[in-house]
């Protein structure tokens, strides 16, 4: 079992830059894919990025391709977010979460196919 804590949520003005962490413990960390999702002011959680456990493989949303870049270090077990050229529509909640094996661009974008999540860390963006 895996446990996922973020880092790095805060208020940024609008064209700003945050970076996410997401902390994971246990001796596998490599074994696992895992995600960024968010949820924004009374919306539904939406898939935001998604790397592989060997870090080659990356996918993002549209929304934040070419702003949002993900990213792992296997030897400090944490996966990064760096979000830049921020917008107002960035504000939500960021979760994290893992999920074992591999697979096609949709079981890295399906919430449900992922067993492990953090609390979640706010991000605003202020305009």
């Known amino acids: 079992q895996v446990q996922l804590v973020e880092f790095g949520g805060g208020l940024v003005q609008a064209g700003g830059s945050l970076r996410l962490s997401c902390a994971a413990s246990g001796p596998t960390f490599s074994n696992y894919a895992m995600a960024w999702f968010r949820q924004g002011p009374g919306k539904e959680r939406v898939f935001v990025a998604a790397?592989?456990?060997?870090?080659?493989?990356?996918y993002y949303d549209d929304a934040v391709k070419g702003r949002f870049t993900v990213s792992r270090d296997s030897a400090k077990n944490t996966m990064y977010l760096q979000m830049n050229s921020l917008i107002p529509e960035d504000t939500a909640v960021y979760s994290c979460a893992a999920r074992l094996g591999s697979g096609s661009r949709s079981a890295y974008t399906r919430s449900n196919d992922y067993r492990y999540w953090g609390q979640g860390t706010q991000v605003t963006v202020s305009s």
């Open positions: 790397i592989g456990r060997s870090g080659t493989i990356t």
